[in-house]
Nanobody
Framework: QAQLVESGGGLVQPGGSLRLSCAVAERTFNIATMGWFRQAPGKEREFVAAHRMGGGSPYYAESVKGRFTISRDNARTTVYLQMNSLKPEDTAVYYC???????????????WGQGTQVTVSA
């Protein structure tokens, strides 16, 4: 089974930017879709964005549209989440995920990364 390795989290001021990366390691099959989810303290994990690795339009949660951009590299082994105009309510642990069992919006992905903390605070 593939493993996902995340990086890029940290502390940023409101209005700032961060870029998260998620690399696929030890891949044993082609991954069709990768996504990002986040979980804030005391809240359920929620969908952020997803991208079909073979191409097509990405998917975004309404709360991040126009601020976040998901992309992938040409080798289809890494997915990125560029986060601009960050707000305190974006503070959460961000998880990379691969291979959803249903739609890209649901959290029933088969493979998950370890999570990376993003904190937006002055």
């Amino acid at each position: 089974q593939a493993q996902l390795v995340e990086s890029g989290g940290g502390l940023v001021q409101p209005g700032g930017s961060l870029r998260l990366s998620c690399a696929v390691a030890e891949r044993t099959f082609n991954i069709a879709t990768m996504g990002w989810f986040r979980q804030a303290p005391g809240k359920e994990r929620e969908f952020v964005a997803a991208h079909r690795m073979g191409g097509g339009s990405p998917y975004y949660a309404e709360s991040v549209k126009g601020r976040f951009t998901i992309s992938r590299d040409n080798a289809r082994t890494t997915v990125y989440l560029q986060m601009n105009s960050l707000k305190p309510e974006d503070t959460a642990v961000y998880y990379c995920a691969a291979d959803p069992q249903s739609t890209p919006y649901n959290s029933d992905y088969r493979i998950w990364g370890q999570g990376t903390q993003v904190t937006v605070s002055a």
